[in-house]
């Protein structure tokens, strides 16, 4: 994002954008069972999984290529990734620089293989653990993009009202934080609209005229992702943790602008 676009209602709309993101990349891993080898340690990669090997070494190939110059853009791996090898594009600096070293992706990825996984994949081993794990690392980086825009959120909400936030941050009061930039209704319609987008996107389209059968009207059972565990995921994982990348954001910020 530019700094013309740094807007709340700008910031809010990309967050809108990346739900597509997370929700078809579900629908994509859900056609594979879980699939729990991949996930088991492997003496083939020195004790790591597969999943583990996949996304290190994804992230040195997408490194290489130029990723991970945004601040949304964070490595699960970051030690040692190597630099592009080839000129990447000069992103306008719109986040203090310290805003790039805010990473909650450790606790994406306990969430990811612990809880999440679970709920939208079904007990079973159909032996493609290339795949799923290829499938798994899109679904981690829509996750960790969505989550980590909460970096320019902060600075939106920090700009807009230092004078309430940096007492906040003078006193360490991380709760009185948290209230500060949370609202509640809007949360609410973003479960609301992840449920639903769920229940578009994860129906069968058929050429069948079927009055019952409008878009958006598929029964939940028939969906590719059940969309309750879209609204659950973000009630209780998502836009937590967009908070928490918030609140570490904004304390850097105030922290740069109080001393
Ligand atoms: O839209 C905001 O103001 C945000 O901070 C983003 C977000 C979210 O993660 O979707 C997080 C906290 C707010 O309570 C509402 C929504």
């Not at 700008?10 to 739900?19: F, G, H």
């Not at 004078?163 to 006193?171: F, T």
């Not at 009185?176 to 809007?186: G, I």
């Not at 937590?240 to 609140?247: F, G, M, Q, R, Y």
């Amino acid at each position: 994002m530019g700094e013309a676009e740094l807007s709340l209602a700008a910031v809010r709309d990309a967050l809108v954008r990346e739900e597509d993101s997370i929700v078809f990349a579900l629908i994509e891993r859900a056609r594979r069972p879980r699939n729990a080898p991949a996930y088991a340690a492997a003496a083939a990669a020195g004790g790591r999984s597969l999943a583990e090997f996949f996304v290190r070494e994804a992230e040195v190939l997408h490194a290489k290529a130029g990723q991970y110059q945004k601040p949304e853009d964070v490595p699960f791996f970051p030690q040692d990734l190597p630099s592009p090898l080839f000129p990447t594009k000069d992103y306008p600096k719109v986040l203090h620089s310290f805003a790039s070293s805010v990473s909650v992706n450790d606790a994406i990825w306990k969430m990811y293989f612990n809880e999440l996984l679970p709920l939208f994949t079904v007990d079973g081993d159909d032996g493609n653990y290339a795949e799923t794990v290829a499938l798994d690392f899109a679904c981690l980086k829509a996750l960790s993009r969505r989550i980590h825009i909460g970096k320019y959120v902060a600075e939106v909400k920090f700009k807009d009202a230092s004078q309430d936030y940096s007492p906040l941050i003078r006193a360490k009061d991380t709760k009185a934080l948290m209230n500060l930039l949370t609202f509640k209704a809007v949360e609410e319609k973003v479960k609301r609209r992840v449920e639903k987008k769920a229940r578009i996107f994860g129906q069968n389209v058929t050429l069948e005229d079927n009055a019952d059968k409008q878009e958006g009207n598929a029964g939940d059972s028939e969906c590719k992702v059940n969309p309750e565990v879209l609204s659950k995921l973000y009630d209780l994982w998502v836009m937590p943790l967009t908070k928490d990348v918030e609140v570490d954001s904004i304390s850097v910020q105030a922290s740069l602008n109080i001393n």
